[in-house]
């Protein structure tokens, strides 16, 4: 048994998968912790599934693979390979890596000092190219902090670590699929009354890949799962 699941979700990330891998095990290698990679591939439509296969098949002691027949969406990708961890603590991050794998040694020692939850509380180096986004992601939050009722600064950050039997019972009644997953499990863990610590982790967007976030749609998305959220809590 590992001491940690690393949870890979992928979709279309063959232009920079192997050289994140590579970083997460520099990083990963000089610590205390044993560790094993989860891919799990979201129907990728590139050669992503080649290369997970590639990576898995040098080095199985250390790394699996699930693919799944079809998308699923982000937070269902990511559900599925908690679900088939077997660390003492699970994690996932965003393979692009716009926060640091070297964040996560911070994240796991949370963990080990009783947290149930660490996470990344993204700080922005702002620039006029990811000025929109961030304005919106902040918008997000506050809206969040307001209907939701949440005292935390950044729920859909895609930089989770989990302590695996704590968060097993809150995946079960997960019900968003999609980008909304990360503040609904955030939520849910809150209402569960688990330990949550945020870690402020530097955010470097990188423009060399294209992001599967579209800006208004995804924002529309986000609205209408938050106003379902909410109406379940007030019936609650």
């Not at 929109?132 to 989770?160: C, N, Q, W």
Request: aromatic share 12%.
């Amino acid at each position: 048994m590992p001491d940690v699941s690393l949870v890979i979700a992928c979709y279309n990330e063959q232009e920079l998968l192997e050289e994140s891998v590579r970083e997460l095990l520099s990083v990963m290698d000089p610590t205390r912790f044993s560790y094993e990679l989860i891919f799990v591939d979201d129907g990728s439509r590139d050669g992503t599934r080649e290369i997970i296969s590639d990576l898995v098949g040098k080095n199985p002691e250390r790394m699996r693979k699930i693919f799944n027949k079809r998308n699923l969406g982000r937070g269902g990708a990511v559900a599925r390979g908690i679900r088939r961890s077997k660390g003492v603590f699970t994690g996932f991050l965003d393979i692009d890596l716009d926060v640091g794998a070297h964040y996560i040694p911070y994240c796991l020692n949370e963990l080990t000092r009783g947290a149930s939850v660490a996470t990344a509380w993204r700080i922005y180096k702002l620039n006029l190219r990811g000025l929109i986004r961030h304005i919106a992601s902040r918008f997000y939050s506050l809206l969040v902090g307001y209907m939701l009722k949440l005292p935390f600064h950044d729920t859909e950050t895609g930089f989770k670590f989990f302590r695996t039997e704590d968060i097993l019972p809150v995946l079960s009644e997960m019900k968003d699929r999609g980008w909304f997953w990360d503040t609904e499990i955030m939520a849910r863990s809150y209402k569960h009354k688990l330990t949550i610590i945020e870690r402020p982790c530097l955010f470097l967007r990188r423009h060399d890949k294209k992001s599967s976030v579209h800006l208004v749609r995804d924002s529309v998305r986000y609205f209408i799962s938050l106003l379902k959220y909410h109406k379940e809590l007030r019936a609650s």
